[in-house]
């Protein structure tokens, strides 16, 4: 997998503190929409650096974005409203 580098400026989520972080296998995640409980697993861009991913709530199929809180332990989950915005 390629790493993201700290100039890399494609990713305006960059957030270096993912960096060396010693990632779950999964994080509890809470739907926004529904609040649907599930583990969810760090996407790519997570795993390199930038602090976002996606999923779909297997409860309520919502598809959404999805960020490690700051905390570290869970993730957060929001409706993705624009479709044209992938990570
Ligand atoms: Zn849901």
Do not use: Q
């Not at 700290?6 to 529904?34: M, V």
């Not at 997570?46 to 993730?75: A, F, Q």
């Amino acid at each position: 997998m390629t790493k993201a580098a700290a100039s890399d400026d494609r990713f305006p989520g960059f957030h270096e503190s993912l960096i060396g972080t010693d990632f779950k296998e999964t994080y509890g995640c809470k739907c926004s929409e529904c609040g649907y409980e599930f583990a969810a697993k760090p996407s790519l861009l997570m795993l390199s650096g930038v602090n976002k991913g996606s999923g779909s709530c297997i409860e309520c199929k919502t598809l959404l974005r999805l960020s490690i809180d700051d905390s570290g332990e869970y993730m957060n989950s929001a409706r993705w409203e624009a479709p044209n915005d992938r990570p």
